[in-house]
């Protein structure tokens, strides 16, 4: 770490940085009351050590202090403010409302042809070369007012071809952003951004924010998406698959065992008061008909996750779970279906949910529901129990946690299922439990924990990094087939930005975690063909997975059709592939995000053709083989978007 006084200029872990453009932020004026930016900030003094500088930034406009603590932290370059010392002389006036940390750092020349990895999706490549100009931003896990970016992770990539930079919100990423300046003709450049308040009558927060950087050599993106699984492991607790089923029964089934949704049935239409009528797609009876058949196909081992036993059906009336729905056949149908499974050796498990709820629900509970910054109960999404509110989940198991244990004394027994477990980031208003996005979403966590305990490995829909730690599968990754369907719902400049959706996060957490593809039948999407579309989820390291019921009259696929159609990625993913979800990558090329080759850590390897269809299998000791065509094509014709696609492609 070298410092020069002079020049206000720092040396450390490999990178130059100029203090004087050190930090930005923005201020709430109060006698104005709007939002101003604030780039005069300035070192006033120092403090340096062998591997740590802390230095005092200064805003002459605002009169802030900033403190911020520059460190050379193994392989990474940390920058980070120090919680609970920022200082406001003239918050009469104004108050601090955000800080962007080195937003200059990460500088490129846009004509250089590099790109930058947003965190939406499984992550956004974004070309610099070719873009008007244009800011766009990402909020870390998810914003629920830009929930169709489905953000996963804390982390960002500057890529080019002299070396490329990971960047990683390590501290404070509740409350951040990831932002990138677009000019194709000129220089972009990437940082994060960090939320001082929310509002202007917030006191200053405790709160340390931090920033990790880190050089990666080469301009591909799988460098750094094994460099951030690293961080994952070193820095946030993850142990992997292959040394957590060593010793858990429960999670090495379910890692060789695929994933199968039994749909009951709904109410519908989706009304805001929730009364629409049951609709049947499969009673208790039928589903054991199903199971029994599945088995007779050769699916020797599932975990079956019945959807929709609860009362009114799938999502019919939250919080309360009994008595078990008496129109597919009551508490003894559903007994007997259990037994059935667990006859043919499958575990069997309920489609459960510990967040949301409802207000026509008996077992509402109007103390334990969460409120927004207005007072009103917080709303969520419009499904078939009507219109949906959140629970505080601080305070769920105060009052529901005995429903669990009665499932699990129903004889359910397998890798539990929690519906929209970490779907975006809330916060709580309620005086009695107040929670911001942080309490809020760790306590949800805290929430998976509760059936883990008790059946010994829990799924969870969603699946941001935060959530790592605490689940065994996540129940799929959203990618680029969300991106597609969702794509007219995104801010036109963000859309265009979008260069093709890859699989960064997919790369970084296959081995610590189990995840799907698709739900109808595990790889079928229109217009995509059955077999291009069991490529693209090799390509991404997905495992099949199925829904099914007797009656297609909701998302599940009439199951004579879902057993043919899964049938070859099922000998695929648990046969030929038998074991290999539980490993890491090894290596991973994306050669023009058409074709690619990957390696896993057991030697396995596996390339993918996407434009001429095509994909082979290597084992170590065995030899190639190649994927034969399915059996079910499409009936349209396509040169269709691959996995890896996006609005340019």
């Known amino acids: 770490m070298k410092l020069d006084r002079d020049r206000a200029s720092l040396v450390a872990a490999g990178f130059t940085l100029d203090l004087r453009s050190l930090l930005t932020a923005t201020q709430w004026s109060r006698t104005e009351r709007r939002r101003q930016s604030i780039g005069d900030f300035a070192p006033i003094s120092y403090h340096l050590g062998a591997t740590r500088l802390r230095v005092m930034m200064h805003s002459a406009t605002m009169g802030a202090h900033v403190p911020v603590v520059i460190a050379e932290d193994g392989p990474y370059l940390s920058i980070s403010i120090p919680a609970g010392e920022i200082l406001e002389t003239r918050g009469a006036g104004a108050r601090l409302m955000d800080v962007s940390l080195a937003p200059r750092l990460l500088e490129q020349d846009s004509r250089a042809g590099g790109h930058f990895v947003m965190p939406s999706f499984s992550g956004a490549l974004v070309a610099h070369a070719g873009q008007p100009a244009a800011r766009i931003r990402d909020r870390v896990y998810m914003a629920q007012e830009e929930w169709e970016k489905f953000t996963l992770m804390n982390c960002f990539v500057s890529l080019s071809s002299a070396g490329s930079v990971l960047g990683i919100v390590d501290e404070g990423d509740f409350n951040a952003w990831i932002e990138a300046d677009l000019d194709g003709a000129g220089t972009s450049a990437i940082w994060a951004t960090f939320a001082i308040r929310h509002d202007v009558g917030e006191v200053l927060p405790q709160e340390t924010k931090r920033l990790l950087l880190r050089r990666i050599a080469g301009a591909g993106y799988a460098r750094a998406a094994f460099a951030y699984r690293e961080y994952l492991l070193e820095r946030r607790g993850i142990v992997p698959l292959a040394d957590r089923i060593a010793d858990n029964p429960v999670l090495d089934y379910s890692a060789r065992a695929m994933r199968v949704k039994i749909f009951h049935g709904h109410k519908a239409p989706y009304r805001q008061d929730g009364a629409s009528p049951l609709v049947s797609c499969a009673t208790f009876a039928e589903s054991e008909h199903m199971v029994r058949a599945m088995h007779a196909a050769g699916i020797a081992k599932a975990v079956v996750t019945l959807v929709g036993w609860n009362p009114g059906g799938h999502d019919g009336a939250w919080p309360q779970r009994f008595p078990i729905e008496p129109a597919f056949g009551g508490e003894a149908g559903l007994r007997s279906l259990i037994s059935a499974c667990r006859e043919l050796g499958y575990q069997v498990v309920p489609h459960d949910n510990l967040t949301d709820i409802y207000q026509n629900s008996p077992a509402f509970d109007l103390e334990g529901a969460a409120r927004d910054e207005h007072g009103l109960l917080l709303a969520s999404g419009l499904w078939a129990g009507g219109q949906t509110l959140k629970a505080c989940p601080t305070v769920y198991l105060d009052r529901y946690a005995g ?247």
Not at 456 to 469: H, K, Q, R
Not at 493 to 514: D, K, Q, S
């Open 403 to 649: 429903d669990v244990t009665r499932l699990q004394e129903l004889g359910f027994t397998g890798s539990y299922y929690l519906d929209a477990q970490a779907t975006g980031l809330w916060r709580c208003h309620d005086h009695r439990h107040p929670a911001d996005e942080r309490q809020f979403a760790m306590s949800l966590t805290r929430l998976l924990q509760y059936p883990r305990a008790l059946f010994g490995a829990v799924s969870c829909e969603g699946g941001p990094a935060y959530t790592l730690p605490f689940v065994d599968e996540v129940a799929h990754l959203h990618g680029a087939r969300e991106f597609r369907q969702l794509r007219d719902r995104l801010d036109p400049i963000y859309a265009r930005a979008v260069n093709r959706i890859i699989p960064f996060y997919n790369i970084a957490v296959h081995g610590l975690v189990l995840y799907q593809g698709a739900w109808d039948t595990g790889t079928a999407e229109q217009p995509i063909s059955h077999h291009h579309a069991l490529l693209t989820q090799l390509a991404c390291g997905a495992r099949p997975g199925m829904e099914i019921a007797m009656r297609e009259l909701g998302p599940g696929t009439e199951y004579l059709r879902a057993i043919a159609e899964i049938a070859l990625p099922h000998e695929i993913a648990f046969d030929r592939l038998a074991g290999i979800h539980v490993q890491q990558f090894a290596s991973y090329v994306d050669h023009d995000g058409r074709r690619f080759s990957l390696a896993y850590a057991d030697g396995t390897a596996i390339d993918i053709d996407l434009d001429a269809d095509e994909g082979s299998i290597r084992r170590p000791g065995e030899d190639s083989w190649r994927i034969p065509p399915s059996p079910h094509p499409r009936s349209q014709p396509h040169r269709s978007p691959s996995l890896m696609e996006g609005a340019h492609a």
